[in-house]
């Protein structure tokens, strides 16, 4: 059975999509920007893009019946590659344990505003094997 997930952003409806698809004990988390979804705000700090977005990823695998910690795969797709001393400290924090299996790309995102994309794919139980 496959079940959708949204975040309550109005992207997900207008572009259509889901934040995150359950099929069985794989979770596939759609790429999450820095966008803070309870006031719709883009902080312009990369840092702070970066953990919301991260935030936003742990929500959704958390109401997936999964964590962080099962985090298989990551896709960072960024702006600008000097961003890139801002985002690792914050990335390291979070995945250093956990060291999925990662790609980051330099690439232009949909808006302007945007300067971090992350892509995750999970599988449920997988961080306490």
Known sequence: MVTRISSGSPFEATIGYSRAVVDGDMVYVSGTTGYDYSRMVMPDDVGEQTRNALHTIAKALEEAGS?????????????????????VPVLGDVFGAIRPAATMVVCGLVRPEMKIEIEVTARRGAGSE
């Open 67 to 87: 964590a962080l910690q099962d985090v298989l795969r990551v896709r960072y797709y960024m702006s600008d590659l000097a961003h890139y001393d801002a985002i």
